[in-house]
């Protein structure tokens, strides 16, 4: 099974400032015959079920602000906040969909400083 | 819209069984897998299974083998996903979620159910 390891598990940011996330997968999730990676990106606000902000690894879901973006390759993937905003404030998942079964990453919490 | 309506809360004892909802409107519910993810409170998300719609067709987490069911009832476009001889450490919320491509069952998921709380106490 691939195993997908975050970090940090927790990130303060002053508001304005860059946040960045980073996943890790215990092997490839880039399938070679489309040279996609096949990794998602999560927001999760208490009470809610999380909400799509990613997928193939660099793609924005419609409606996701331009100030989140996905890269990375591989085993390697970064999910970046280019200017945190109050409503940021969040825990964040990546998420394999390369086999059975699917993992998420154990997940960071957003805060601000 | 593509919706997902989860049955409500249940307090269950240990030993018992729990059978969870999960209702699919604005989309043809035979083209898509259906998944169940769980979180216990404070934890991260835990996969649970896939179940094909259309064929009837599962796929469990090996942790899960032997004490979860999922099925379908195509008539009213509902998957449910049951899980027995419950254990207070099965207290969370169940999610059922849907992968975004047709007859494709790993993708990325979109839309989530809005989550079913079971309590699990004696």
């Known amino acids: 099974d691939i195993v997908m390891t975050q970090s940090p598990d927790s990130l303060a940011v002053s508001l304005g400032e860059r946040a960045t996330i980073n996943c890790k997968s215990s092997?490839?999730?880039?399938?070679?015959?489309?040279?996609?990676?096949?990794l998602a990106w999560y927001q999760q606000k208490p009470g809610q079920p999380p909400k799509l902000l990613i997928y193939w690894a660099s793609t924005r879901e419609s409606g996701v602000p331009d100030r989140f973006s996905g890269s990375g390759s591989g085993t390697d993937f970064t999910l970046t906040i280019s200017t945190l905003q109050a409503e940021d404030v969040a825990v964040y998942y990546c998420q394999h969909y390369y086999t059975t079964p699917p993992a998420f990453g154990q997940g960071t919490k957003l805060e601000i400083k | 819209q593509v919706q997902l309506v989860q049955s409500g809360a249940e307090v269950k004892k240990p030993g018992a069984s729990v059978k969870v909802s999960c209702k699919a409107s604005?989309?043809?519910?035979?083209?898509?897998?259906m998944h169940w993810v769980r979180q216990a409170p404070g934890q991260g998300l835990e996969w649970m299974g896939w179940?094909?719609?259309?064929?009837?067709?599962?796929n469990y987490a090996q942790k899960f083998q032997g004490r979860v069911t999922m099925t379908r009832d195509t008539s009213i476009s509902t998957a449910y996903m049951e899980l027995s001889r419950l254990r207070s450490d099965d207290t969370a919320v169940y999610y059922c979620a849907r992968p975004q491509e047709w007859l494709v069952p790993l993708s990325w998921f979109d839309p989530w159910g809005q989550g079913t709380l079971v309590t699990v106490s004696s």
């Open positions: 092997q490839s999730v880039l399938y070679s015959s489309n040279n996609k990676n096949y």
């Open positions: 179940i094909n719609p259309n064929s009837g067709g599962t």
């Open positions: 604005g989309y043809t519910f035979t083209g898509y897998y």
